[in-house]
T-cell receptor, first 116, second 109 residues
Framework: DAGVTQSPTHLIKTRGQQVTLRCSPKSGHDTVSWYQQALGQGPQFIFQ???????QRGNFPDRFSGHQFPNYSSELNVNALLLGDSALYLC???????????????FGSGTQLSVL | ELKVEQNPLFLSMQEGKNYTIYCNYS?????LYWYRQDPGKSLESLFVLLSNGAVKQEGRLMASLDTKARLSTLHITAAVHDLSATYFC?????????FGAGTRLTVKP
């Protein structure tokens, strides 16, 4: 049983560019959350997708957007990249139990984004 | 705004010793999580605590939750080198999971 898979594993972009990161949830999971983890810090919640809609959003600008597909996979898009967007981007999946969608999160290995 | 504070942020222990990591949070929640992260790796779920007084144990780690005090603890018993990692607590408020800054644990022989 494959766990949460993310692609690519590493990415280098320049300021102003746009990037798309991808995530496939663990089998049987229907909820995907995205986190940004700067070096030496805890993950910061970006947003969560459930039933192809953004269910909850953290304190991130509109440059960060996402999508969830009918097969529950998800994409994170970041436009107009800034140097400060350099971080490890983690995807986590879970199975929704009514309103509670964070019973147990399974994290992917992440995408390390470097913005030059 | 929800704040999650862990202490200590850095912890160096001798093998065989006991110690406790503390996680305080500022807003009412009855969902608290502990994760482990090894260098360069992703997060591994350790415990999910869903009610006041919840206590869970696995191996040398035991986690507890006091929702009235807004405090969770992660107790390490007889530490071994393999426990060296960064430990995060996280609190769920309406599906917005907020993480602490992490406690970087080093266990020395």
């Amino acid at each position: 049983d494959a766990g949460v898979t993310q692609s690519p594993t590493h990415l280098i972009k320049t300021r102003g560019q746009q990037v798309t990161l991808r995530c496939s949830p663990k089998s049987g999971h229907d909820t995907v959350s995205w986190y940004q983890q700067a070096l030496g810090q805890g993950p910061q919640f970006i947003f969560q997708y459930y039933e192809e809609e953004e269910r909850q959003r953290g304190n991130f600008p509109d440059r960060f957007s996402g999508h969830q597909f009918p097969n529950y996979s998800s994409e994170l898009n970041v436009n107009a990249l800034l140097l400060g967007d350099s971080a490890l981007y983690l995807c986590a999946s879970s199975f929704a139990l009514g309103a509670a969608t964070n019973e147990k999160l399974f994290f992917g290995s992440g995408t390390q984004l470097s913005v030059l | 705004e929800l704040k999650v504070e862990q202490n200590p942020l850095f912890l160096s222990m001798q093998e065989g010793k006991n110690y406790t990591i503390y996680c305080n949070y500022s807003t009412t929640s009855d969902r608290l999580y502990w994760y482990r992260q090894d260098p360069g790796k992703s997060l591994e779920s350790l415990f999910v605590l869903l009610s006041n007084g919840a206590v869970k144990q696995e191996g040398r780690l035991m986690a507890s939750l006091d929702t009235k005090a807004r405090l969770s603890t992660l107790h390490i018993t007889a530490a071994v080198h393999d426990l060296s990692a960064t430990y995060f607590c996280a609190v769920d408020i309406n599906n917005d999971m907020r993480f602490g800054a992490g406690t970087r644990l080093t266990v020395k022989p």
